[in-house]
């Protein structure tokens, strides 16, 4: 597609349910990464995925969150026994490859509201 | 370790006035900084980056920003700041950090822009 798109946009959810946030990167894309932005603590990464593979998942904040990646496009953000402090924006990048000067591209977020 | 200082929290300037928003960075490399806007309710936009290249790098809606070596900053700057150029702007230094060699990125604090009549 012409941009990362992620879905939902806007997620209400009870404390204690799982949810799932989806991801579309740019078409041609190897690289995605998910990063939380919430209040007091900025944007974090929570991992990053090469292909199907996520060599990296030092960011997921418990494992209640896992992410999958199928092939090479979509990627989906669980998390399970959601609390309030899961509360935040969730957001999505993408990039056609790694390395100095790559640039990494953001979709708009799935915002997450946990009451 | 890298790490990204944004100077101002919030920065106000009037309509047509220039626009400065500093940033300071630490990085064991040469590193790859990024300037991204997001406004209200919606996700990163990508302004610029600087990518060892020149060091006056352009960007859209007529920003710009100077890599400074000797002062490690690559402060944002506008010749005329326009209603709509209000937001919140990140600086972010990037290197290959991941396991895996994905880039890390570390973003700044963020910088609040209001742009007033």
């Known amino acids: 597609g012409a941009g990362v798109s992620q879905s939902p946009s806007n997620k209400v959810t009870e404390k204690g349910k799982d949810v799932e946030l989806r991801c579309d990167p740019i078409?041609?894309?190897?690289?995605l990464y998910w990063y939380r932005q919430s209040l007091g603590q900025g944007l974090e990464f929570l991992i990053y995925?090469?292909?199907?593979?996520?060599?990296?998942k030092s960011g997921l904040p418990s494992d209640r969150f896992s992410a999958e990646r199928t092939g090479g496009s979509v990627s989906t953000l669980t998390i399970q026994r959601t609390q309030q402090e899961d509360s935040a924006v969730y957001l999505c990048?993408?990039?056609?490859?790694?390395?100095?000067?790559?640039?990494?591209?953001f979709g708009e977020g799935s915002w997450l509201t946990v009451v | 370790a890298q790490s990204v200082t944004q100077l101002d929290s919030h920065v106000s300037v009037s309509e047509g006035t220039p626009v400065l928003l500093r940033c300071n960075y630490s990085?064991?490399?040469?590193?790859?900084l990024f300037w991204y806007v997001q406004h209200p309710n919606k996700g990163l936009q990508l302004l610029l980056k600087?990518?060892?290249?020149?060091?006056l790098v352009k960007g859209i809606n007529g920003f710009e920003a100077e890599f400074k070596k000797s002062e490690t900053s690559f402060h944002l700057t506008k010749p005329s700041a326009h209603m709509s150029d209000a937001a919140e702007y990140f600086c972010?230094?990037?290197?290959?950090?991941?396991?895996?060699?994905?880039?890390?990125?570390?973003f700044g604090t963020g910088t609040q822009l209001k742009v007033e009549l």
């Open positions: 990048a993408s990039s056609f490859r790694t390395g100095g000067g790559n640039t990494i591209y």
């Open positions: 078409s041609g894309h190897t690289a």
């Open positions: 995925f090469q292909g199907n593979s996520a060599p990296d």
């Open positions: 990085s064991s490399y040469s590193p790859s």
């Open positions: 600087y990518t060892s290249a020149a060091t």
């Open positions: 972010v230094v990037s290197d290959t950090g991941l396991t895996g060699g994905g880039n890390k990125l570390t």
